[in-house]
């Protein structure tokens, strides 16, 4: 199936671990972003890549740090994570030509007790 | 700064019903996109509707179609023939026509369609 994926769709963890959670798209995009949605379903850009190269990135705090091996591939590393990161991230791409319609994958639900 | 304003936190209506969700957006771009995305319990985001601004066609999908009003910024959506499974929030969002350019999101509707 043509689709973005991330993985874990679930994540517990403890206060002050370090995770990452991973997102992977065969739709040919170009362009991938990070969104974080909070307890209220607010949703906010994080950071975006075109080609592997950052393009956009948010006042996030520096414990996030996108990588990007591959156009196809968007991955999310958090450190020393706080209460406070609980939300839901969502991976998307995007083709830069064409149809401008974003994909987004089924979220990863982040929790830290 | 690029503001998208939905105004209605919930709403409800009866199976078979038409309901309008309203959005208005604040930018001073004559060029963007707008989108409709609904995210129903699954959490899945799952786009809706989209409308490119130069076009002055309203966009219309099977039961949805949108209200797109440029001059007064606003670009509602309406479902006609409400299903339960219509039943989740929905998100207006805003892009300006740059590429590499960031969906700005409204604060969402929840709507509850009722048999």
């Known amino acids: 199936d043509t689709a973005v994926s991330q993985t874990p769709k679930y994540l517990v963890t403890q206060m002050g671990n370090d995770k990452s959670i991973k997102c992977e798209q065969n739709?040919?995009?170009?362009?991938m972003y990070w969104y974080k949605q909070d307890s209220k379903k607010f949703l906010k850009i994080m950071f975006s890549?075109?080609?592997?190269?950052?393009?956009i990135n948010e006042t996030v705090p520096n414990r996030f740090s996108p990588k990007s091996p591959d156009k196809a591939h968007l991955n999310l590393h958090i450190n020393s994570l706080e209460l406070g990161d609980s939300a839901v991230y969502f991976c998307a791409s995007r083709s830069t030509t064409g149809v401008y319609g974003y994909t987004f994958g089924s979220g990863t639900r982040l929790t830290v007790v | 700064a690029q503001t998208v304003t939905q105004s209605q936190p919930e709403m409800s209506v009866q199976e078979a019903e038409t309901v309008t969700l309203s959005c208005t957006y604040d930018t001073s771009e004559n060029n963007y996109y707008l989108f409709w995305y609904k995210q129903p319990p699954s959490r899945q985001m799952i786009l809706v509707i989209r409308q490119e601004a130069y076009k002055q066609q309203n966009a219309t999908e099977n039961r949805f179609s949108v209200n797109f009003q440029k001059a007064a910024k606003s670009f509602s959506l309406k479902i006609s023939d409400s299903q339960l499974g219509d039943t989740a929030m929905y998100f207006c969002a805003f892009r300006d026509a740059g590429n590499n350019r960031k969906l700005i999101w409204g604060l969402g509707t929840s709507l509850a369609v009722n048999p």
């Open positions: 890549y075109n080609n592997k190269e950052l393009i």
């Open positions: 739709l040919g995009h170009d362009t």
